[in-house]
């Protein structure tokens, strides 16, 4: 089971629930799994695009992932 994590590099933290933080207990907040073939789709690369600038995500022939700017 992959834990599900609500908070990204890009949500707005005023965007918070406040019933959420009324629980007796604090929960780490997890980043969310995301599988590299499912982000790849059987390409050997993809771009993402963060803050407007391009960064390339690409599976090696030794089957690592490398993130170039």
Not at 3 to 28: F, G, M, Q, V, Y
Not at 40 to 58: A, F, M, P, S
């Amino acid at each position: 089971m992959v834990p599900e994590a609500k908070d990204n590099c890009l949500t707005d933290p005023a965007e918070s629930d406040p019933a959420e933080e009324k629980t007796s207990a604090p929960r780490p907040k997890l980043p969310r799994i995301l599988r590299a073939d499912e982000l790849l789709q059987g390409d050997k690369e993809v771009w993402i695009e963060h803050d407007g600038e391009i960064y390339r995500l690409r599976c090696t022939r030794n089957n690592k992932l490398v993130l170039f700017k």
